[in-house]
């Protein structure tokens, strides 16, 4: 089973110039991720007490982890499965 949890976390764990889902503790302003170089912001959602921004990638080495960072959000992952992994 733990193999299969990480099959799934490594699957959707982000990496350089893919799009991400961000999301942002309880009260964590959105606005950082407006100023963030080489991001994209394409919507801020809200569920709940948890502010959810999905964001695009302007360059292929745009690194997830740095937008992390400067947004504050508690947790990044993979908004869409690599083109190789889509069904046509």
Do not use: H, K, N, Y
Request: hydrophobic share 50%.
């Amino acid at each position: 089973m733990i193999s299969t949890l990480a099959l799934t976390a490594g699957a959707l764990w982000p990496r350089a110039g893919q799009a991400v889902l961000l999301a942002l503790p309880p009260g964590a302003p959105a606005e950082a991720a407006f100023g963030a170089p080489d991001w994209r912001i394409r919507s801020i959602s809200s569920r709940g007490p948890v502010t959810l921004i999905l964001a695009m990638p302007e360059t292929p080495d745009a690194d997830p982890a740095r937008l992390r960072r400067m947004v504050g959000a508690s947790l990044a992952w993979l908004a869409a499965p690599p083109d190789d992994c889509r069904q046509p």
